[in-house]
């Protein structure tokens, strides 16, 4: 496996790749949700403009995909995280994704191992992410390297029939950096 770190100047390069490994993450399954590419084109490239991103490729296909952001990034941001920790020096995993085929063999502990260690802890001393609640594998996996749960929200989301939104519950964890 190889990790590729894609900037706002290689995010087009990796366009196609990260459009469709976000839309197979989070349109299906138990999570389901509406994301038309157009809408999933923009929000990524909005993640570039501010961030960036680490790839994992196996046998030159993506096998997944960490982005980050300042934590100012996050719209969502309860204030009691932005009381108690300084959100400036903070970076925000914004996205975590690992192809369907490709779960449960570790690429995520991977992408989440190397992002810890190459993120620089000269600007950043925390780290955060958000995740759905009922994401039993996400959670334990942070929670193994070191994340701790400080916050929760209520997120509506499209069904991805779209047929009626429905209200994704997400819990904030953080961890200090090295």
């Known amino acids: ?25 989070f349109s299906a399954g138990k999570s389901f949700q509406y994301h038309s590419e157009e809408e ?9 403009a501010v961030g960036y991103g680490i790839l ?12 980050m952001t ?5 719209e969502l941001l309860p204030k009691e995280i932005a009381r108690k920790f300084n959100v400036e020096r903070s970076v925000y995993v914004a996205e975590m994704m690992v192809e369907k085929s490709k779960q449960g063999q570790g690429i ?6 190397f ?24 959670v334990g996996l942070y929670k193994k390297m070191g994340f701790d749960v400080c916050a929760s929200i209520v997120q ?16 904030y964890m953080q961890q200090k950096l090295r």
């Open 115 to 138: 992002f810890l260690k190459e993120t620089d802890s000269k600007k950043f001393e925390r780290a955060f992410i958000r995740v759905w609640v009922e994401n039993e594998a996400a």
């Open 40 to 48: 999933t084109e923009a929000y990524l490239r909005s993640i570039f």
């Open 156 to 171: 509506p989301k499209l069904l991805a029939d779209k047929s009626r939104t429905f209200d994704f519950q997400k819990i």
């Open 70 to 74: 300042p934590l100012s990034f996050d």
């Open 108 to 113: 995520g502990k991977k992408l989440l191992t």
């Open 56 to 67: 994992a490729m196996e046998n030159n296909e993506p096998a997944g995909a960490i982005l």
């Open 1 to 25: 496996m190889i990790f590729i770190n894609v900037d706002e100047r290689k995010f087009e390069a990796y366009k196609n790749d990260l459009v469709r490994l976000y839309i197979d993450s």
